[in-house]
């Protein structure tokens, strides 16, 4: 079944506390990316990926971050967390053939910050 | 400016009846892709359909079509004969080419609640 997967689904954490969410797709998409979702400021993208070891920033990158070793592995690192960072993450991963294409989306982890 | 606007904040409507979700967009890139998604109360997130811009036909998907009118910018999704089940969160999202992202921008989203 293609799927993305995320782990944890979901996580309790306090300030500081070096964390990693894992993203795997079975899909082989060259492209990843990872987006976080608050009340009213909707999904917004942190992180992309265009293939291995290529990687940039989205819109709101400041406070994680990534790394691209193998296609199927996109971890989202956060270093120092901080309350802020409380959210609900999602990766994704995308694939284009001709004029079709489609974003796949992980189940999300639901992160929060103390 | 908003990139993707979703004007209704939420909708009733009554099982079985047809639900119309708002969409208009504004790029000003010639090719570009237009997304929804549903997001249910467990928050995982769900592709509906796509459109390309260069698509001439509406896309369709099952119970899922999108009235696409690229001169008006708009993308309104068209749920026939809705059921309980699609009682969720719906967005509507587009991507642009350059920029290097290739990611979407997301609308703000409709609720959508179907009643019995």
């Known amino acids: 079944e293609a799927q993305v997967t995320q782990n944890p689904r979901y996580l309790i954490t306090v300030t500081g506390k070096k964390l990693t969410v894992t993203c795997s797709q079975n899909?082989?998409?060259?492209?990843m990316s990872w987006y976080r979702q608050d009340p009213g400021l909707g999904l917004r993208q942190i992180y992309y990926s265009m293939n291995v070891e290529v990687t940039d920033k989205g819109d709101v990158p400041e406070g994680y971050k990534v790394s691209r070793k193998e296609k199927r592995n996109f971890p989202l690192i956060l270093e120092s967390p901080s309350p802020n960072q409380t959210s609900l993450y999602f990766c994704?991963?995308?694939?284009?053939?001709?004029?079709?294409?489609?974003?796949?989306f992980g189940p999300g982890t639901r992160l929060l910050v103390l | 400016a908003q990139k993707i606007t979703q004007t209704q904040p939420g909708m009733f409507v009554q099982e079985k009846e047809a639900v119309t979700l708002d969409c208009t967009y504004d790029?000003?890139?010639?090719?570009?892709?237009l997304f929804w998604y549903k997001q249910p109360s467990s928050g995982e997130m769900i592709f509906l359909i796509y459109q390309g811009s260069y698509d001439e036909q509406n896309a369709t998907e099952g119970r899922y079509s999108l009235n696409f009118q690229k001169a008006r910018k708009s993308a309104n999704l068209v749920i026939s004969a809705s059921q309980l089940g699609d009682s969720a969160m719906y967005f509507c999202?587009?991507?642009?080419?350059?920029?290097?992202?290739?990611?979407?921008?997301f609308g703000k989203g409709t609720h959508l609640i179907i009643q019995p």
């Open positions: 999202a587009m991507r642009e080419p350059g920029g290097g992202a290739d990611g979407l921008t």
């Open positions: 994704a991963s995308s694939w284009t053939s001709g004029n079709q294409e489609t974003q796949y």
């Open positions: 899909m082989n998409h060259e492209y």
């Open positions: 790029t000003s890139d010639q090719s570009y892709g």
